[in-house]
């Protein structure tokens, strides 16, 4: 029976504390090793992966900040310096509002199916596992991301303009206001801006908007890919087929991009106030973590401001009639869903829009970063002159 139990001497060295065994002990407990109540790492595994992982995350770490910093520096190199609010500035916020944008959207695609669907008929799915359970089933792995190839093109361009003008806006009103003035109103400043800018960005998106809400409100989808969805719409409806939708779509991204920026700038703003420190104190990570908070912060604002309006655009384009009158074809719509059909799909939406922002933030910044330009928002004061 001895095989069953341990030892003796691996007790003694498992619960045993060594300064009972007649060692010998110096008045400095630390010379003979552990402390009689100090866990020794050994015995325990976990300890030790928990321990292992740190580290390598770190050196892993200190190795992508590396690389960024030398590919950042090559950038650099090549770009040359560039002024703050120069023509090379602004055609590189709106480089980094393409690359936030698109593929940011595109990868929410399953998302947005599934509330694009709802919105046109709210007993189409009981929940959104079982819509993706039923559309895998039925159209395949393909059928998730229906309208992916749309939302990559129209939202590529809206964010390239919509980053782009809102930077232009956003000094040229700051211009005019003056510096005291802009920086006292600067919520309206970025309110401003960031309208100016989604009303030209909206002219972009509108016609990939109808291309994918049509393919994802059909099934099956009538179109075969974006290029198809836009020549059949203008064969039979002429060029303003891909533009019936503008208004509601306006109605939806103006608010939804105002929210989207004041109330990020002022969230970063607010995030660094209780921060010690000033802004430039804290690391490059750093600072795109707060972007990514704020944006996170600001995009349930938007969400909840800019629904009712995004269900309006899934119906129109969906359910709008050859010759049918705008203010016709809303009585219409409102008169089937009523006010609470308003909101249908709210929830879906909160997390995709959450997300969403937040990442566009955070990539739009770490190129700013990238370039060697600052970050957006969470600046001081300006001083008087």
């Given amino acids: 029976m001895s095989a069953l139990y341990p030892t003796i001497c691996a007790m003694q060295q498992g619960f045993v504390s060594p300064y009972s065994l007649g060692r010998p002990q110096s008045s400095n407990p630390k010379a003979n090793g552990p402390t009689p109540r100090q866990a020794r790492p050994d015995l325990y595994l976990a300890y030790s992966v928990v321990d292992d992982t740190k580290g390598k995350a770190k050196k892993l770490s200190a190795e992508a900040a590396k690389e960024f910093e030398l590919a950042s520096q090559k950038a650099q190199s090549k770009t040359g310096n560039i002024e703050l609010y120069s023509g090379k500035y602004y055609a590189a916020c709106t480089l980094g509002g393409l690359l936030a944008c698109g593929p940011t959207h595109t990868s929410m695609t399953p998302l947005d199916l599934v509330k694009t669907r709802r919105q046109i008929d709210s007993k189409l799915y009981s929940g959104n596992f079982q ?5 895998y089933r039925t159209e395949g792995v393909r059928g998730i991301f229906t309208g992916w190839g749309p939302t990559f093109v129209g939202y590529s361009f809206q964010g390239a303009f919509k980053y782009g003008w809102y930077e232009y806006f956003k000094k040229t009103y700051a211009d005019l206001a003056g510096p005291e003035a802009a920086h006292k109103h600067r919520t309206a400043l970025y309110l401003g801006a960031s309208a100016s800018a989604e009303f030209l960005a909206d002219l972009a998106l509108c016609p990939f908007e109808a291309v ?3 393919m994802q409100g059909a099934i099956p989808s009538p179109y075969k890919g974006t290029m198809d969805g836009i020549s059949q719409i203008t064969a039979k409806e002429g060029l303003g087929g891909l533009y019936k939708g503008l208004y509601p ?3 939806r991204q103006i608010p939804y991009t105002m929210m989207k920026f004041a109330s990020f700038e002022t969230i970063v703003e607010m995030i660094y106030a209780r921060l010690p420190g000033s802004k430039n104190d804290y690391s490059k990570a750093a600072q795109t973590g707060v972007s990514f908070a704020g944006g996170y912060m600001a995009g349930i604002l938007c969400a909840i401001v800019s629904h009712p309006a995004d269900v309006m655009v899934s119906k129109l384009n969906a359910n709008r009639k050859a010759g049918e009158a705008f203010g016709a074809v809303l009585s219409r719509i409102y008169g089937e869903i009523g006010f609470r059909g308003l909101w249908n799909g709210l929830p879906v939406r909160i997390v ?10 955070m990539i739009y910044d770490y190129f700013k970063i990238f370039l060697g330009l600052p970050t957006t928002g969470g600046s001081g004061p300006v001083e008087k002159k």
């Fill in 249 to 251: 779509l306006w109605a």
């Fill in 212 to 214: 994918k809400v049509r």
């Fill in 131 to 135: 819509a993706w359970g039923h559309i």
């Fill in 352 to 361: 995709m829009i959450g997300s969403l922002t937040g990442m566009q933030w």
